[in-house]
């Protein structure tokens, strides 16, 4: 059971880009996507999006409908995303920085599909246990894209994310420290949620555009 938190909104999201919480990536990360890679939508580095299913895949789509109708009156910016859990499977969609996965159960994220609209195109890494950063996949506005695996009982340790236009935010709930805190990077830069090289696994994420 996830504990109720602060919905972070725009307003949030610009402050955090302004106080000087844009993460850039890690520097380390040479095969960050960049602002080319960004724009290139569903043939970006990794090649084609790769989804997690027709039931996900629907799921998704009509999360993120619903966050369109609940504010039609301008081009909201919206992000959508759904957890694969050890030992439970997928997750239920949320938007626009509400958690997904598990709190408090010791259970890993072992895999997470994301979709959004009015962004340009995002694009996401996952660093896998046993494997480390697998490589991006990226996705136009309104296609999903999957990081991570199923059915090989790997944890996911950390989360990249990059957008095309504005900023994004993520934070993840590790293991042994709880919710490290929005990790925040403007439009083409890579925002980094959860650890890497501690073995600790991610249970929980949040994200917002």
């Not at 619903?66 to 957890?83: E, L, M």
């Amino acid at each position: 059971m996830i504990r109720s938190r602060r919905v972070p909104t725009a307003a949030l999201l610009a402050a955090l880009l302004l106080t000087g919480l844009a993460t850039g990536g890690d520097p380390a990360r040479a095969d960050a996507p960049g602002h080319s890679a960004v724009a290139a939508g569903p043939a970006g580095p990794a090649g084609p999006a790769v989804h997690a299913g027709p039931a996900v895949h629907a799921a998704l789509v009509a999360a993120l409908r619903k966050a369109q109708a609940d504010s039609p009156n301008a081009p909201v910016r919206h992000i959508c995303y759904a957890t694969h859990v050890a030992f439970i499977g997928w997750q239920q969609p949320v938007c626009d920085g509400r958690p997904n996965g598990t709190e408090g159960q010791s259970l890993a994220i072992q895999a997470i599909d994301i979709i959004a609209t009015n962004t340009g195109g995002v694009c996401a890494d996952a660093n896998v246990q046993n494997i480390g950063w697998q490589g991006w996949r990226c996705g136009d506005d309104g296609t999903d894209i999957l990081v991570g695996t199923t059915g090989q009982s790997l944890q996911m340790e950390a989360l990249a994310v990059s957008i095309a236009t504005n900023g994004i935010c993520a934070d993840a709930y590790v293991q042994n420290h709880g919710w490290l805190g929005f990790q925040c990077a403007a439009a083409k830069q890579v925002a980094i949620a959860g650890t890497t090289g501690q073995g600790l696994r991610m249970e929980a994420v949040e994200m917002v555009v």
